[in-house]
């Protein structure tokens, strides 16, 4: 399995960046790709999760109503559309992806543990 992160940058406050995984070499009938990000001296927490079981999605408390997190099966990509950005939005961005076995809650989504793969992270700076 392979994960690929892209699309990160510096941006402004209030402005936007999508970024994308892109996920190759695995025939799981169901996993779910989550974005997660860390900050310098954080710990890693999960932003917003795609499941491919029911197509559900989750959202993080800071991120809910600025990002959008969206599948596009042609491409075998999950993508973060990140919209009214904030300084305290600035760090790493990575994507893990988790085999799924049975319904999972959300806060089980969140643990970075629990994943098998994860891409390599992309930078997202947001800074006038």
């Known amino acids: 399995v392979q994960l690929q992160a892209s699309g990160g940058g510096l941006v402004q406050p209030g402005g936007f960046r999508r970024l994308s995984c892109a996920a190759s070499?695995?025939?799981?009938?169901?996993?779910?790709i989550t974005w997660f990000r860390q900050a310098p001296g954080k710990e890693r927490e999960g932003v917003s999760c795609?499941?491919?079981?029911?197509?559900?999605?989750y959202y993080a408390d800071a991120v809910k109503g600025r990002f959008t997190i969206s599948s596009d099966n042609v491409k075998n990509t999950v993508d973060l559309q990140l919209n009214s950005l904030k300084p305290d939005d600035t760090a790493v961005y990575y994507c893990?992806?988790?085999?799924?076995?049975?319904?999972?809650?959300?806060?089980?989504?969140?643990?970075?543990?629990?994943?098998?793969?994860w891409g390599q992270g992309t930078q997202v700076t947001v800074s006038s």
């Open positions: 893990g992806l988790m085999h799924l076995t049975g319904p999972l809650s959300w806060g089980d989504y969140q643990t970075p543990s629990k994943y098998q793969y």
């Open positions: 070499g695995f025939t799981l009938d169901y996993y779910a």
């Open positions: 795609f499941a491919t079981d029911d197509g559900s999605t």
